[in-house]
C-alpha cells in the first residue's frame, strides 16, 4: 500500500486514485454554455475543494458550465478510471495520481499533453517531473505538496538554545540536550502503524543525494535497501533512536493525535511526519498549531539538506475530450494553475504545503511549519518521495518499521526483510528483471 493509502484510512491525506459518482460527461450545451465534467474521489473535503474551485472558475468563465462527478477511492476508483479511458468515456477533465502510478495510464496514448501551454512554465519544477512522461507534460496540480520530516516544538528549541539540524549528528545532538531536560526527544505512535515509516519513507531525498540512480535501479532490481547505505539508513535511525531510549514512554500503544498534540503541547520535542499533519493540529492543540515548527529529516550532508515531497495529484485532460469541449477543459485546467485556481483551493481547505505553482503565494496566516516547508521547495531543496518515482512499496513496510522501532528486529534485517517484501509486490506488478 502507498503511504497515502494508509493515510487516507487515517483520514487525512488522500494521495492515490479515488472516488465514483455518475458516468460520462454530458453533450449538452448549458443555456448556451460549453459543459464539462470534471471527476475527482469522493473524500468530502476532497469534493468541499473541488465546489470551491467549479464556483471560482465559473465566475470568471461564464460561457462554461462545469459538473462535477466523483469516483471511489482506492483500487476501485482506480479501475474506474482505467476502464473509462480505456472505453473512451472519461469525464472531459479529471484527477488522478502523479508520479509512477500515472504511468500506470499510459499518458502517451490517453492523455492530452500540455506542454506547450504558457501556464506549464509556471509549475513547480519537482511537480513538473512528476506529471510528465517522456518530454510532454501532462498535469496541473490539485492541491497541495506535502513534506516528509520532522515536526518539532518551537517554544521548546528555543528554551534549550537548539537550532533545527542539518546533519543526522546534530539531530541526535539535540536529542541528547532534550533528553537530559526531561523531556521526550522523539514521540512515535506505533498504535497506527503507518505512522512508523516516516522515517524511512522522508529520508528518501538523502538516498536520491547519496546515490541519484537509485529509484531506477530500485525499480530494476538493480539496487536494495539492505545493500545501499544511503537507503538503509532509515532502518538505521529507527534502531538508533529507539536504542538511545528517546522514544516517548507509551510509543507502543501512542495515537497519530495523541503524537500531533505532544509536540504541539512541548510533551515531545519532535514528531517524525509529512506535513498535512498541520490541518490536524489544532484539533489536537488548541491553540498550538504556530508553536510547531518543521525540518527536514537531516542526513549525513549538511551542504545536500533537502526535503522529501509528496507531490499532489494532477489534473488531466483524456484525448477523447475534443471540439469545444477540449478548449473549456484546457481552461479549467489551466485555472488550476493560476493564483485565482490556488485561492480558490485555500478558501476551502487547511493548507498543509506549498502550492505546486511558482506564480501561487501562500496566505500570511498558513501554519509555521507550512512556511518552513516552503522555505526548502523554494530553494529547490527536494525530491519527490520514492514512490512517485517507483511502482514498487511493499505492503509490510509498516509492519516492519514497527519491529525495528521496538527493537524487535535490528536494522539490518528490517531492511532485508522488506526487500523480500518489495520483491513480491514487483512480481505481482509483472515488472522485469524481477
Not at 131 to 146: D, F, L, N
Not at 150 to 156: D, G, M, Q, R, V
Request: glycine share 10%; proline share 5%; aromatic share 8%.
Amino acid at each position: 500500500m502507498r503511504l497515502g493509502a494508509a493515510v487516507l484510512l487515517a483520514g487525512v491525506l488522500s494521495l492515490s486514485a479515488c472516488s465514483a459518482g455518475s458516468l460520462g460527461s454530458s453533450d449538452d450545451a448549458a443555456g448556451g454554455k460549453t459543459q464539462i465534467t470534471f471527476l475527482t474521489n469522493n473524500d468530502p473535503a476532497n469534493v468541499k475543494v473541488a465546489e470551491a474551485v467549479i464556483a471560482a472558475f465559473e465566475a470568471k468563465n461564464a460561457d462554461v458550465d462545469v459538473k462535477l462527478d466523483t469516483r471511489p477511492q482506492g483500487s476501485e476508483g482506480d479501475n474506474l478510471v482505467k476502464t473509462r479511458l480505456s472505453t473512451g468515456d472519461m469525464a472531459d477533465v479529471f484527477e488522478y495520481n502523479s508520479g509512477s502510478l500515472l504511468q500506470a495510464i499510459a499518458p502517451s496514448a490517453n492523455l492530452t499533453p500540455v506542454t506547450g501551454e504558457a501556464w506549464a512554465g509556471d509549475l513547480d519544477d519537482t511537480f513538473k517531473k512528476v506529471v510528465s512522461s517522456g518530454a510532454e507534460v501532462y498535469g496541473s496540480p490539485w492541491q497541495t505538496i506535502s513534506g516528509g520530516g520532522i515536526l518539532y516544538n518551537k517554544p521548546l528549541y528555543a528554551k534549550l538554545g537548539l537550532q533545527p539540524p542539518k546533519t543526522w549528528a546534530d539531530f541526535m545532538t539535540n536529542n541528547s540536550r532534550i533528553k537530559a531536560a526531561g523531556t521526550a526527544p522523539v514521540a512515535q505512535t506505533y498504535s497506527e502503524t503507518w505512522t512508523s515509516q516516516i522515517l524511512v519513507l522522508a529520508d528518501f531525498h538523502n538516498v536520491s543525494a547519496a546515490d541519484p540512480g537509485f529509484a531506477d535501479k530500485y525499480t530494476n532490481n538493480q539496487a536494495k535497501y539492505a545493500t545501499t547505505p544511503a537507503a538503509l539508513a532509515g532502518f538505521q535511525h529507527l534502531e538508533e533512536l529507539k536504542k538511545a531510549g528517546y522514544w516517548n514512554d507509551d510509543y507502543a500503544s501512542a495515537k497519530y493525535n495523541e503524537g500531533l498534540a505532544a509536540v504541539a503541547d512541548g510533551t515531545a520535542a519532535h514528531y517524525p511526519m509529512i506535513t498535512f499533519a498541520v490541518t490536524a493540529i489544532e484539533t489536537a492543540a488548541p491553540g498550538k498549531t504556530n508553536d510547531v515548527g518543521f525540518f527536514a529529516l537531516p542526513g549525513t550532508d549538511a551542504s545536500k539538506n533537502g526535503v522529501t515531497l509528496w507531490e499532489p495529484s494532477g489534473l488531466y485532460i483524456p484525448k477523447s475530450t475534443t471540439g469545444d469541449k477540449l478548449t473549456a477543459a484546457k481552461k479549467f485546467q489551466a485555472f488550476l494553475a493560476t493564483p485565482d485556481g490556488c485561492a480558490a483551493e485555500a478558501s476551502a481547505t487547511s493548507l498543509g504545503g506549498p502550492f505546486a505553482v511558482k506564480t501561487c503565494k501562500l496566505p500570511d496566516d498558513v501554519a509555521t511549519a507550512v512556511k518552513d516547508l516552503s522555505v526548502y521547495v523554494d530553494a529547490g531543496a527536494a525530491s519527490p518521495a520514492l514512490e512517485f518515482l517507483s511502482p514498487i512499496k511493499g505492503p509490510a513496510l509498516e509492519q516492519i518499521t514497527v519491529e525495528v522501532g521496538s527493537g524487535i528486529r535490528p536494522a539490518a534485517d528490517g531492511a532485508k526483510l522488506y526487500d523480500e517484501d518489495v520483491k513480491k509486490q514487483a512480481q505481482q506488478l509483472g515488472l522485469q528483471g524481477w
